[in-house]
Nanobody
Framework: QLQLEESGGGLVQPGGSLRLSCSAS????????IGWFREAPGKEREGVSC????????YYAESVKGRFTISSDNAKNTVYLRMHSLKPEDTAVYYC????????????????????????WGQGTQVTVSS
């Protein structure tokens, strides 16, 4: 059972930056991708970004493209989300999640890797962008 733990959230002013970390209990290479999602009050959960575990290919939602960067450190079993030029609408609880290779195979190829049914989820970390 994979366990994921997010950290790095907090309060930041508009235009500021934060780096979120997602620490995994085991080698992330065993999973197809690690993704970041967010959920704001009254809104549906939104896929933000994900990174392939074996090829390191990254994917971003249009709303964060050019402002957020996802990266992974396989030696530390950690995935990072660097967020710049933050806006009030980025305020949300941010979750990291992992999708297994078996799930991807069962669901078939999806053009948007954030559309898979991610199997494992962390508890989330709050990001608040406000002056």
């Amino acid at each position: 059972q994979l366990q994921l733990e997010e950290s790095g959230g907090g309060l930041v002013q508009p235009g500021g930056s934060l780096r979120l970390s997602c620490s995994a209990s085991r080698f992330t290479f065993d999973y197809y991708a690690i993704g970041w999602f967010r959920e704001a009050p009254g809104k549906e959960r939104e896929g933000v970004s994900c990174i392939g575990s074996s090829d390191g290919v990254s994917y971003y939602a249009e709303s964060v493209k050019g402002r957020f960067t996802i990266s992974s450190d396989n030696a530390k079993n950690t995935v990072y989300l660097r967020m710049h030029s933050l806006k009030p609408e980025d305020t949300a609880v941010y979750y990291c999640a992992a999708v297994s290779r078996a799930t991807v195979q069962a669901m078939g190829v999806r053009p948007d890797p954030l559309d898979y049914e991610y199997d494992y989820w962390g508890q989330g970390t709050q990001v608040t962008v406000s002056s």
